[in-house]
């Protein structure tokens, strides 16, 4: 029987009851589809501070790196608010992604079928179904570039650089390429190559690697399109790949179509098969220890991991049409709608396990 081991980061706030819940989740999927799952714990965040000064000790890198894959809760709250910005919590996260080499982060916008009123669009925008992949560029980019303060025309400035190395964007667009072979075969490229000279070579590359995909339909669009596009007319789109900046604020506007920030999973992936997987949303500190956290974004990152590192396809399609199945019904307390049963966060994982 395959054997996986998974490092589990529980974090702080909701991190452990969200976690407790894929877990239960992903050992049922274990049973059904028969492979095997160990687990290892690991601190991250501000539970690491507590125990050991730093948000992210080696030994937590450690144990992330001999895993086939890492689970993580949320990591932030209060309590930390006052450390210094290199350790705060989430200097924590930063600092794992760097270690591990997560290069690309996968953000899918998904609207289940029971949700749909959740949408801040109309209906007829959102069309039948919608199901977009944003692929973001994750250690390279301005938020990586030479930065710095100084003086331009004798007042203050500042400056920050976008820079970007072709085979930085070959391997994030090879990423993107395979997830569009694996759906239907669309991908759209963004970038302000009518601007940006970083961008121009963006383009070229993406070009250039497309020649290895023949089947896969490519086509480019500037951001201020594609944010605009994002919102007359998601539907359009299949796998969207980008750089980090433009990322991190497209894959949050295609997030939010979905209506709910406890619904949104994420990957997080390094060269071959190793990633991380979370949930978007942070620590929820205001509803932490209640019981009433939405588990289903980190069950449905749960899926991503069987889907992108353990290559089990099935099993991931079944969480997902479980969670699908729970929701006609059932809701946590943050897409509660009247007539549906309002359930706790151990409820909502239960759930899913009997759906499955
Ligand atoms: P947040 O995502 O934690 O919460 C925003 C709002 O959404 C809150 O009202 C919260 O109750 C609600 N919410 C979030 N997840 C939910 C869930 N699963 N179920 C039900 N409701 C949910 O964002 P914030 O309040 O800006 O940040 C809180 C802390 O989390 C901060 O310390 C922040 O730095 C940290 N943070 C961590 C991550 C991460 O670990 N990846 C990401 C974002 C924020």
């Not at 948000?55 to 309590?79: R, Y």
């Not at 894959?251 to 619904?263: H, L, P, T, V």
């Not at 099935?314 to 359930?343: F, S």
Request: glycine share 8%; hydrophobic share 40%.
């Amino acid at each position: 029987m395959k054997e996986y081991r998974i490092t589990l980061l529980k974090g702080d706030g909701i991190g452990p009851e969200i976690v407790n819940e894929a877990v239960k989740v992903l050992n049922r999927a274990a049973q059904k589809h028969h492979f095997c799952v160990r687990y290892e714990e690991a601190d991250l965040g501000g539970i690491a501070i507590d125990k050991t000064g730093v948000p992210l000790p080696q030994e937590t890198v450690d144990k992330c790196k001999s895993a086939d894959a890492v689970l993580l809760g949320a990591v932030g709250g209060p309590k930390w608010d006052n450390q210094p910005g290199s350790n705060r919590p989430e200097a924590g996260l930063l600092g794992i992604r760097g270690a591990l080499g997560l290069f690309a982060n996968l953000r899918p916008a998904v609207i289940f079928e029971p949700l749909r009123a959740s949408s801040p669009l109309k209906e007829e925008i959102i069309g039948e179904a919608m199901d977009i992949m944003v692929v973001r560029e994750l250690t390279g980019g301005i938020y990586f570039g030479e930065r710095g303060r100084c003086e331009k025309n004798g007042v203050p400035a500042a400056y920050d650089t976008e820079l970007y190395t072709v085979p930085e964007i070959e391997r994030i667009a090879r990423v993107a390429f395979e997830l569009a072979m694996k759906r239907s075969k669309r991908l759209c490229s963004v970038d302000k190559a009518n601007v940006l000279e970083s961008s121009r070579l963006w383009r070229e590359t993406v070009v250039r690697v497309a020649k290895e995909y023949p089947e896969v339909e490519l086509n480019h669009l500037y951001v201020d399109n594609c944010a605009m596009q994002l919102v007359r007319n998601p539907k359009q789109f299949d796998v969207i790949v980008t750089s980090n900046m433009f990322g991190d604020i497209l894959s949050d506007e295609a997030s939010m179509i979905s209506g709910s920030i406890g619904m949104l999973a994420s990957a997080s992936l390094a060269e071959g098969k190793f990633g991380l997987y979370e949930p978007i949303h942070g620590s929820a500190p205001d509803i932490a220890g209640q019981g009433i956290a939405n588990p289903l974004a980190t069950i449905l990152s749960v899926a991503m991991m069987l889907r992108y590192s353990f290559d089990q396809k099935e099993a991931a399609e079944d969480i997902e049409r479980a969670v699908g199945a729970v929701l006609k019904d059932n809701r946590t307390p943050d897409i509660y709608t009247p007539g549906t049963n309002r359930v706790t966060c151990a409820q909502m994982g239960d759930l899913v396990c009997q759906a499955l």
